[in-house]
């Protein structure tokens, strides 16, 4: 009987380990991008990772995630925000909700706020949790 309530309080303990270590990821993720320092970014990425934009092609591998974001930090795009929604582990893969907010420069060169959310599928390498897959979108 005493079994069931140690096991969800293990779970629970687990969790808010994994969303630490998300969170943590994210801030470097951030602070790469803060740098404009693309190469940084690929590096959060597994080897032969995915990302997903909006409105292009899929990015498969470090070299192609670093020209992706390359060209995200080039166009001015200022991420504002990051919210982790939620976060649930199965086995050395994780799969991270959230939000995110923005502002980019439109036409007129004038900054325009942008949310979206986004969805990470993350995979625990050598002991670190890295980015393998990566989506997101605009609101509107």
Same mark, same amino acid.
């Given at each position: 009987?005493?079994?069931?309530?140690?096991?969800?309080?293990? !779970? !629970?303990?687990?969790?808010?380990?994994?969303?630490?270590?998300?969170?943590?990821? +994210?801030?470097? =993720?951030?602070?790469?991008?803060?740098?404009?320092?693309?190469?940084?970014?690929?590096?959060?990425? !597994?080897?032969?990772?995915?990302? =997903?934009?909006?409105?292009?092609?899929?990015?498969?591998?470090?070299?192609?995630?670093?020209?992706?974001?390359?060209?995200?930090?080039?166009?001015?795009?200022?991420?504002?925000?990051?919210?982790?929604?939620?976060?649930?582990?199965?086995?050395?893969?994780?799969?991270?909700?959230?939000? =995110?907010?923005?502002?980019?420069?439109?036409?007129?060169?004038?900054?325009?706020?942008?949310?979206?959310?986004?969805?990470?599928?993350?995979?625990?390498?050598?002991?670190?949790?890295?980015?393998?897959?990566?989506?997101? +979108?605009? +609101?509107?």
């Amino acid at each position: 009987m005493l079994a069931i309530p140690l096991l969800l309080l293990a !779970t !629970t303990v687990q969790a808010r380990g994994l969303k630490s270590e998300i969170d943590a990821a +994210n801030q470097k =993720f951030g602070a790469a991008y803060d740098k404009g320092d693309a190469a940084a970014i690929a590096r959060l990425y !597994t080897p032969h990772a995915q990302v =997903f934009p909006p409105g292009a092609d899929i990015a498969t591998g470090r070299d192609a995630i670093q020209k992706t974001w390359a060209g995200i930090i080039q166009s001015g795009l200022k991420i504002t925000g990051l919210q982790t929604v939620s976060v649930e582990q199965y086995g050395s893969a994780a799969r991270e909700i959230g939000r =995110f907010t923005g502002e980019a420069p439109d036409a007129q060169k004038q900054m325009v706020k942008l949310e979206g959310k986004y969805v990470v599928i993350w995979k625990r390498e050598h002991g670190t949790w890295m980015l393998d897959s990566d989506i997101w +979108n605009l +609101n509107h």
